[in-house]
């Protein structure tokens, strides 16, 4: 997320308005869906999760997600939506997603360049959230097809001479080798996911003997990283000196506390201020890319209460 901001960002800054802040409504991203499609709003949301600040505008654009897109494509954009909003319309979406992964594996066979399809990780974690009925009899039907497809790639495998000698002329490893692995690989992520799941199908003994297939590097991955963890950080209150309507309506330079917050990110090429704003609640993103605050940055959701007061909650951070 954090090169994504970067990109964003530094382009933003040539937009910036007399406040030196760049402002964007949720209101306008369907629009640019219906005319750009989706790449543009997530170039233009800078990958932020919509569906906190805006709800009707994220439940909407979930329809222009493609079933199955590239596991990191939009990653910033809707992993956490579908991983934490537990709603009927993006369990289902999570659902098909799924299924269609997993038929994208069923339909794996062996062939001469041994080219295995994966499991998206993150879509992983969604199903495990929601844990949908039925969808364990599905991996468990996708997890015996990659058995016999990895007992059909060991058979083939060349003797251990040839192997050694393809290591050479294949970049590691004969191209059997590698399939087998990642079938390998497969088996082990979906005998896993059973386990999250709480399935009768599960089988322990299994996980474990698929882990001693994996290659050395494969065996302890940071599988953590694909999860979501959607935490809640501890907000202040600031106490306005007027009412407000809206948080487009606010003078950043004249409230003592945003003024405080932007402080040294210049509006210049080399930091950004850029505002998501639905109405009485929005993302602040402050950030540098060179300078004396390069290399860092912070998004801050902010929230007007009963028009006099805002609350400010830090909800993400990096240093590079």
């Known amino acids: 997320m954090k090169n994504t901001l970067i990109l964003f960002f530094a382009f933003l800054t040539t937009l910036a308005n007399a406040q030196g802040i760049r402002k964007v409504f949720t209101r306008d991203f369907i629009p640019i869906a219906k005319e750009y499609g989706i790449d543009s709003v997530f170039y233009v949301s800078g990958g932020l999760p919509i569906y906190k600040i805006d ?6 654009f979930s329809d222009f997600v493609p079933t199955v897109c590239h596991p990191n ?7 956490s939506m579908d991983q934490n909003w537990l709603i009927e319309p993006i369990k289902k979406k999570t659902v098909e997603n799924a299924i269609e992964n997993l038929k994208m594996l069923m339909a794996d066979s062996i062939n001469t360049e041994c080219k295995i399809h994966s499991l998206d990780d993150e879509l992983l974690f969604s199903l495990i959230k929601k844990n949908p009925d039925s969808i364990d009899l599905q991996i468990m ?4 097809h990659c058995i016999e497809l990895a007992n059909g790639y060991k058979k083939i495998f060349p003797s251990a001479v040839s192997r050694f000698i393809d290591s050479f002329n294949y970049g590691g490893a004969h191209p059997a080798v590698k399939g087998y692995y990642s079938v390998q690989l497969n088996c082990y992520e979906l005998m896993w996911t059973l386990g999250k799941l709480q399935s009768k199908y599960f089988d322990e003994t299994k996980l474990n003997d698929h882990y001693l297939r994996l290659w050395n590097w494969k065996q302890n991955r940071d599988r953590i990283r694909f999860d979501d963890p959607n ?13 407000y309507n809206s948080i487009a309506e606010m003078d950043f330079s004249s409230i003592h506390i945003l003024k405080i917050m932007a402080a040294g990110f210049d509006n210049d090429k080399k930091c950004w201020k850029y505002l998501l704003v639905n109405n009485k609640i929005a993302y602040l993103v402050l950030g540098c890319q060179y300078g004396s605050f390069g290399g860092h940055g912070s998004t801050f959701k902010l929230e007007i209460i009963d028009k006099t007061k805002l609350k ?5 951070a990096w240093v590079s």
């Open 73 to 79: 494509k939009y990653e910033d954009l809707f992993r």
């Open 312 to 316: 400010i909650t830090e909800i993400a």
């Open 231 to 243: 935490l809640d950080y501890v907000p202040k209150v600031a106490i306005l000196d007027k009412e």
């Open 141 to 144: 039907n996708c997890y015996l």
């Open 55 to 60: 709800s009707n505008v994220a439940l909407d």
